[in-house]
């Protein structure tokens, strides 16, 4: 579903820039060419808000502040991310890498991708291409429905967590971009399988909620208001030291979940990555690298 209204909203971008081209520039190339600007302008200004919310709100947070020149930076790579991102590969290339369960064991441990709100498996497009090439058996599920709880994509983590095991024979790690986290725990509270996991990694997950989240119309968006009351309800379920089974990574540049140590477990391995926005965080290198290593 998010690949198709994706898909619609891309072409309506790319359709209406043309007709604005089309239309105005016999008239005036200096209107026409204005005017795609002021789109541009207005894409980065609201983008530009966010990190601004996120600058202010992180003021008190027991996470060391960003400088100025980090949030510009973290800003301008986000705006070119979230452009490749949800204006091509979610929409166009999602289906484009399948799953990869081989036949026969490769002997290395699989992994299961849990992507986040609005998002689907095309989020983890790089990172299939590097665990196939690496002999690493994985599944990237799409969270459905879009809008819908996250109590109900937990049998869709149980599909693939059962799938990967099969196919591997070792429990796999669950990895978890914003949301995807979030149903990684709800999963754990339906199937307590603890034991099934061999770990879980976190990126930019509101495990604490966001301060975005009280705008959100979506069941799942308002499940993630800050310090909610699902959030609240989930934590007080999880038995002592299952945190310990958790690396999270946080940045204080991520605009869409703050304030910062909303997306720290007490008694996980919390791991800071400054100067990174939301998106730009499942696509980091350095965090990659260390998610890959964790494969050991």
Request: positive net charge.
């Amino acid at each position: 579903m998010i690949a198709r209204l994706q898909t619609l909203l891309t072409l309506g971008i790319v359709l209406g820039n043309l007709a604005w081209l089309l239309g105005v520039w016999p008239h005036s190339p200096a209107w026409a060419l204005g005017g795609l600007a002021l789109g541009w302008l207005f894409f980065g200004l609201v983008m530009g808000l966010q990190f601004l919310l996120m600058h202010h709100t992180n003021r008190d947070d027991p996470a060391p502040r960003a400088r100025v020149a980090q949030v510009w930076r973290a800003w301008w790579r986000e705006l070119g991310v979230a452009l490749v991102v949800f204006c091509w590969r979610q929409p166009f290339r999602s289906q484009s890498v399948p799953d990869w369960l081989p036949s026969t064991p490769t002997g290395q441990r699989g992994v299961v991708l849990v992507h986040g709100f609005v998002c689907n498996r095309g989020l983890w497009l790089p990172w299939m291409e590097r665990l196939r090439a690496s002999g690493h058996a994985y599944v990237a599920v799409n969270l459905e429905p879009v809008f819908g709880s996250i109590d109900d994509y937990a049998p869709l983590v149980e599909d693939a967590v059962r799938s990967v095991t099969a196919a591997t024979g070792m429990a796999p790690l669950l990895i978890g971009h914003s949301m995807g986290g979030l149903a990684i725990r709800a999963w754990l509270r339906a199937y307590q399988s603890d034991a099934r996991m061999h770990h879980a990694i976190t990126l930019g997950t509101p495990h604490g909620g966001t301060w975005a989240g009280r705008f959100s119309r979506a069941v799942n968006g308002r499940q993630m208001a800050l310090q909610g009351d699902w959030v609240g309800a989930l934590g007080g379920a999880e038995p002592p030291g299952r945190a310990a089974l958790f690396t999270c990574w946080y940045s204080n540049c991520d605009n869409i979940v703050f304030p910062a140590s909303t997306a720290t477990l007490r008694g996980a391995d919390n791991r800071l990555i400054a100067g990174v926005a939301h998106v730009d965080m499942a696509l980091h290198p350095g965090v990659m690298r260390a998610c890959l290593e964790a494969l050991v």
